[in-house]
């Protein structure tokens, strides 16, 4: 590596066993933090808004839109998870395509789907039409979930990586925030326009979804205007374009002219290596020959553990975030019907019982009242956001001290007491906090898992690791929305056994989860 402002190091046993990698990490160093991350940082959060649009505006409109597009409790549950359905049938080739041919292309392609598939989404006029949207939605989805962390983890330098990860997990947090906000303002809105004598009819929640399209949108412009990873570059065998996306980092954050860039090479010879244009094919055979190690010894086993500790994790959270705004409300409007509170699961076995047949007369069976929201739920989803951004906070501060291993057990065992306790709960703001922070527990769990599994991973068969991760995880999201309706129907206790239970296992299992910040502190990233 040629460095102007060290132009006499001398040569010793470390610098010449430096692999590219390595000098890469010194380049990105010598890049900083500046304008270009704030730019990346706006991209991503956008982003993260989209994403968790696409699964989270479901569970506002199913109690407004129950009535308009004649859904039962199956059928909720069903919406609820067909987003992760789409993920399942393309995390894995997505993952594959992205370790292929480049990140950016999938976050600005992805985005641009969402956006379509939202549009399209906010005019359904019946069930069908919004099932198959949230369906496509998921599969647009996938090509930006898998690609986000590595994108942001790979255009940073070490010492700030671990953070930045962390604040994308916020980033999540901020947008349940922005999805109740929204939903509070836009769906109690008393709207109903017909055109075409009735073929065409918009509600209140047609325009929440219309509106949540914009943060797609935003994310589409904002990527378009950012580069490819230098990291996936040379990992490519591209040095010369790694090294224009580091000057071009190191010119915005610094304000210095691209040619000051000190780092001249990115291998140890010193010169540029000329890219060898290959074929379309011949790109693709050897990312499948590359991507054979991924199931070999070692990797394969921390596949496997990092897989099911997110599927187990993911089929608690994702149950209760997205039936929250259900269950909550339930419970408003069993406190307006009945003049007072009970235990949580008296109102939740009350509102199960007066949806199976036989309970009204025939005359009431054929007009549908949908159970409408009010501003108590809204704020718990609310509660639930800022819970969440908390939660992350306080890990990202209390990492550095304790690990990533040690801190995560400590928040799985609290996430079991939570969620046990919630069984006995019988005030409404008790109940929108234990499931706030089981919720913002599990999340936090789930952010520290997910920075151990980016870094832990080789560049080249990160996103494809990512992918699969990400893939059986979303086969517990979407169990556990079809199953915990179910259960609800067998009783009350049968979900929230599930709840404690499966945080209680999971924390045994982080033991076994490798410590990246000690195996990677010199090299960064494999």
Not at 20 to 46: N, S, V
Not at 174 to 192: D, G, H, M, R, T
Not at 249 to 271: A, H, Q, R
């Amino acid at each position: 590596m040629n460095l102007k402002t060290i132009p006499e190091q001398p040569k010793d046993e470390s610098n010449d066993t430096k692999d590219p990698m390595q000098i890469l990490e010194e380049a990105l160093t010598l890049c900083k933090f500046g304008k270009f991350h704030i730019r990346l940082l706006a991209a991503t959060l956008c982003s993260a808004v989209s994403l968790m649009m696409v699964t989270t505006t479901t569970s506002y409109i199913l109690p407004i839109a129950e009535c308009d597009l004649k859904m039962n409790i199956m059928h909720k549950g069903i919406l609820n998870g067909m987003p992760f359905f789409g993920q399942i049938g393309a995390s894995l080739f997505a993952g594959f395509l992205i370790d292929s041919f480049g990140r950016r292309i999938f976050l600005v392609g992805g985005n641009g789907i969402i956006f379509i598939c939202t549009l399209i989404e906010g005019s359904s006029q019946s069930y069908i039409m919004l099932l198959l949207t949230k369906l496509l939605e998921g599969i647009a989805l996938s090509l930006c979930f898998c690609a986000i962390s590595t994108y942001l983890s790979e255009l940073c330098h070490l010492h700030v990586r671990d953070r930045l990860l962390i604040m994308y997990s916020g980033f999540l947090s901020v947008a349940l925030i922005i999805a109740a906000l929204s939903a509070w303002v836009i769906l109690p809105i008393k709207f109903n326009y017909t055109v075409l004598d009735g073929y065409f009819e918009l509600h209140s929640w047609n325009l929440f979804l219309y509106f949540c399209s914009i943060w797609s949108l935003f994310a589409f412009v904002i990527y378009l205007s950012l580069p490819e990873t230098p990291k996936y570059l040379l990992s490519h065998g591209r040095e010369k374009e790694a090294l224009e996306v580091l000057k071009g980092i190191y010119s915005e954050n610094t304000g210095n002219k691209e040619d000051t860039f000190p780092v001249k090479s990115l291998n140890t010879s010193g010169t540029v290596k000329p890219t060898k244009e290959i074929s379309l094919k011949k790109q693709i055979v050897t990312s499948l020959f590359e991507a054979k190690e991924l199931f070999r010894k070692p990797l394969v086993f921390k596949l496997i553990l990092f897989s099911f500790i997110t599927f187990s994790c993911l089929i608690v959270f994702t149950s209760l975030r997205l039936w929250f705004p259900q269950l909550s409300t339930i419970v408003e409007n069993y406190g307006k019907d009945n003049g007072e509170s009970a235990r949580f699961c008296v109102m939740i076995n009350g509102y199960m019982q007066n949806l199976k047949p036989g309970v009204t007369n025939a005359t009431e069976a054929l007009e549908c009242v949908p159970q409408l929201s009010g501003s108590e739920t809204y704020t718990n989803g609310l509660i639930l956001g800022f819970a969440a951004l908390i939660s992350v906070g306080i890990s990202a501060f209390l990492v550095d001290y304790f690990g990533q291993k040690v801190l995560m057990f400590v928040i799985l065992i609290l996430s079991t007491i939570c969620s046990t306790a919630l069984y006995w709960t019988n005030a409404p703001i008790q109940i929108a906090l234990l499931i706030s922070c089981t919720c913002a527990l599990l999340q936090a769990a789930l952010c520290l898992q997910q920075n151990l599994f980016v870094r832990f991973f080789p560049t080249n068969l990160r996103a494809l690791a990512v992918s699969i991760i990400i893939m059986i995880g979303r086969v517990g999201s979407l169990t556990g929305n079809i199953i915990f309706p179910i259960l609800l129907n067998v009783g009350c206790m049968a979900p929230f056994i599930l709840l404690a239970v499966i945080p209680l296992g999971v924390a045994i299992l982080v033991y076994f989860l490798p410590n990246v910040s000690k195996d990677n502190k010199t090299t960064g990233d494999k």
